[in-house]
C-alpha cells in the first residue's frame, strides 16, 4: 500500500521513511503510538478517579443514584441513557470501521455514507453528553452540606429521597446578597443558593415523616439514614449551606471530588469525540472531493479509523468505572 | 491487505464469511455484553455481592467483560488482528503493563489513607 507521504528520494533505505517496518505505514504506526499515550493519559486519570475512591470508600456516592434521568420522560430509570450512548458510540464505531473496509474495496459511495453516518453518530454522542452534563449541574432533589464538607440528604419513611424546596418554610430571617452597591464596594459574594439551612430545618420539623440521609455507606451498600431525633439534631447543628446541583465546588449527590472527576473525566472524553467529528468532517469531505481516490489509497480513512475506535475504547472503560462498579 | 483479514473470533469458534460479516458479528457481540452489564447494574443480584479479593464480585464481573469489550474492540475494529505480532506486543505489553502499575500504586495509596482516615485518629467528619 503506498504511503501518503510525497517521495523523499530515500525509499528503500532502512530509515529513509520510504519502507515499512512492522508492515505498518508511517502514519498507522504513528497513531498507534499516539493511541498507546493517550491510552496512557486516560488510565492516569481513571487511576486517580479509583484512588480517590479508595480513600473515601465508606462514603462514595452511588452512581445508580445520580444518573436516573431520560430526556422527555419523568422518572426514575437509572442507567438506561448512558447506555443508550454507549450503544450509540459503539453502532458509530461499526459504520466506522465499514467505511473503512469499504475504503479497501476503493468504494467512493459506500465510503462517504457510512463516513457520514458515523460522524451523525458522533454528533448524538456529544448531544446526549452535554444533556447529561446540564442534568448533572442543575440537580434534582438538593441537599444540605455540613461544616465538615459532607452531605446530608432528605428521604421519607420508605426511603425516597425528598427534594429540599418541597419541604423548605419560610424562616423570617433572609439576607440578601451582597452586592458591590449596597456594601464594600472590592468585596464580592456568589449568589445565594436558594434556602437558607434554617428554612430546611423547620420544613424538617414541619413534615414528621422525613429523616435525614447522610453519605456513609453501610454494610448492605446503602446510604446511612438517621432516626428522627439524630435527623433534627444533625441538621440543626451541623447544617451550612443549601446545594442544589452539583458543580466543582459543591455536589449535592456527595463529596464534590465525584463531580470534580465527572467533570474532568467525561469533558475529556468529550473533548476527544469532538475533536474525533471535526476530523471525521474533513476526511469526509476529502473523500467526497475524490483526494483519496487519486492518491489510489483510503488509508487516511483508516487512521482516522483507528483514533475514533479508540475514542470509543475509552468509554467502555469512563462507562463501566463512572456508571458500573 | 485489503483481503488479509483474519475471520475468526472466539478462537476459530465463529468464522465468518467475509470481513463485514465480521463487523455485524462482533458488534452483536459487543451489543450483549453491554446489556448484560446494565441488566446487572440495575439488578445488582444480591448473590454477587459478595466480596472476592477485597471488591464485589460484581465489580469483578463488570471489569472483566469491560476487558473483554476492549478487547473486541481493537481486535477487530482497529484490525490488531492483522497486524503483524511485534506491533501488536509492541502497543498492548506496554500499555498493559504500565497502566497495572499505575493502577496497583494508586489504588494501594488510597486504601492505605482510607485506613489511616478509619483508625488513625483523624477526624474529617466534623
Request: hydrophobic content about 50%; overall charge neutral.
Amino acid at each position: 500500500m503506498d504511503t501518503t507521504v510525497a517521495n523523499t528520494g530515500t525509499e528503500g533505505k532502512t530509515w529513509g521513511g520510504g519502507n515499512e517496518p512492522l508492515k505498518s505505514s508511517y502514519g498507522k504506526m504513528m497513531m498507534w503510538f499516539f493511541i498507546v499515550s493517550d491510552a496512557l493519559t486516560f488510565s492516569g486519570f481513571l487511576a486517580a478517579y479509583g484512588f480517590s475512591r479508595f480513600k473515601f470508600i465508606d462514603s462514595w456516592p452511588i452512581a445508580d443514584e445520580v444518573f436516573t434521568h431520560i430526556p422527555f420522560f419523568h422518572g426514575n430509570y437509572p442507567m438506561i441513557y448512558v447506555a443508550f450512548m454507549t450503544f450509540v458510540l459503539i453502532m458509530s464505531s461499526v459504520t466506522m470501521v465499514l467505511a473503512v473496509d469499504a475504503g479497501h474495496h476503493m468504494k467512493k459511495n459506500k465510503v462517504i455514507w457510512y463516513m457520514f453516518l458515523t460522524i451523525i453518530g458522533g454528533l448524538i454522542f456529544v448531544g446526549s453528553q452535554a444533556w447529561e452534563w446540564g442534568t448533572f449541574i442543575k440537580g434534582d432533589y438538593g441537599a444540605v452540606q455540613t461544616k465538615g464538607g459532607n452531605i446530608l440528604q432528605l428521604v421519607d419513611n420508605e426511603g425516597h429521597r425528598v427534594a429540599v424546596r418541597d419541604i423548605a418554610l419560610d424562616a423570617h430571617g433572609e439576607r440578601v446578597q451582597h452586592e458591590r452597591k449596597n456594601g464594600l464596594w472590592f468585596v464580592d459574594e456568589a449568589v445565594l443558593p436558594s434556602y437558607t439551612v434554617d428554612e430546611v430545618y423547620n420544613g424538617l420539623v414541619a413534615n414528621p415523616n422525613v429523616l435525614v440521609r447522610t453519605q456513609t455507606i453501610n454494610e448492605e451498600g446503602h446510604k446511612t439514614v438517621l432516626s428522627r431525633e439524630e435527623s433534627l439534631k444533625q441538621l440543626k447543628n451541623n447544617g451550612k449551606l443549601v446545594v442544589e446541583g452539583a458543580n466543582l465546588h459543591v455536589n449535592e449527590y456527595g463529596t464534590s471530588l465525584f463531580a470534580d472527576f465527572f467533570f474532568f473525566i467525561t469533558g475529556f472524553h468529550g473533548f476527544h469525540v469532538f475533536s474525533g467529528v471535526v476530523i471525521n468532517i474533513i476526511i469526509f469531505f476529502n473523500v467526497i472531493l475524490g483526494t483519496y481516490e487519486r492518491r489510489g489509497s483510503y488509508e487516511m480513512v483508516e487512521k482516522v479509523g483507528l483514533y475514533w475506535h479508540f475514542v470509543d475504547l475509552v468509554w467502555v472503560f469512563v462507562f463501566t468505572f463512572f456508571y458500573l462498579v | 491487505m485489503a483481503d488479509a483479514h483474519k475471520l475468526e473470533i472466539l478462537r476459530g469458534l465463529i468464522k465468518f464469511k467475509s470481513n463485514t460479516q465480521k463487523i455485524w458479528g462482533v458488534l452483536i457481540l459487543l451489543s450483549i455484553i453491554t446489556a448484560v452489564e446494565v441488566v446487572l447494574g440495575i439488578y445488582k443480584p444480591e448473590a454477587l455481592m459478595a466480596k472476592v479479593v477485597g471488591m464485589k464480585l460484581l465489580n469483578w464481573i463488570f471489569i472483566i467483560l469491560t476487558i473483554v469489550k476492549a478487547y473486541y474492540i481493537t481486535w477487530d475494529f482497529m484490525h490488531m488482528r492483522d497486524e503483524v505480532k511485534a506491533l501488536r506486543r509492541m502497543v498492548v505489553w506496554t500499555a498493559i503493563f504500565l497502566i497495572c502499575y499505575l493502577i496497583f500504586i494508586l489504588l494501594q495509596e488510597g486504601g492505605y489513607i482510607e485506613s489511616v482516615y478509619t483508625n488513625g485518629f483523624v477526624k474529617k467528619d466534623f
